[in-house]
């Protein structure tokens, strides 16, 4: 069974960056669909970025032109850049894996194994 560990997480100034990085062991990322999700306090676990098995990339408005997501199939691990961070991307990052349709990308009801999650704080 596929467990995904999250790292990267920490306190930036707005308008820093970040890393954060989802390493996979006991099976390969290639077949699944992985992303990142999010969830601040308060609010529901939202999707962030993904990509797809098939190679698509997939962003939420409110990160486009600012995160990266990505893939080392050699690492068997998943990246997200984050930039020009904002107080309100603060929140517990998740990274997931999903053998679903690509259409079910952004639901986190779909995720077939989630990490334990990384905190990220970003200050004014």
């Known amino acids: 069974q596929m467990q995904l560990v999250e790292s990267g997480g920490g306190l930036v100034q707005a308008g820093g960056s970040l890393r954060l990085t989802c390493a996979a062991s006991?099976?390969?990322?290639?077949?699944?669909?992985m992303s990142w999700f999010r969830q601040a306090p308060g609010k529901e676990r939202e999707f962030v970025a993904g990509h797809s098995s098939l190679g698509g990339y997939y962003y939420e408005h409110y990160v486009l032109g600012r995160f990266d997501i990505s893939r080392d199939i050699v690492k068997n691990t998943v990246y997200q850049e984050m930039n020009n961070l904002k107080p309100e991307d603060t929140a517990v990052y998740y990274c997931?894996?999903?053998?679903?349709?690509?259409?079910?990308?952004?639901?986190?009801?779909?995720?077939?194994?989630w990490g334990q999650g990384t905190q990220v704080t970003v200050s004014s």
């Open positions: 997931a894996a999903e053998a679903g349709p690509v259409r079910s990308i952004r639901d986190p009801g779909t995720v077939n194994y």
């Open positions: 006991g099976g390969y990322i290639e077949p699944y669909h």
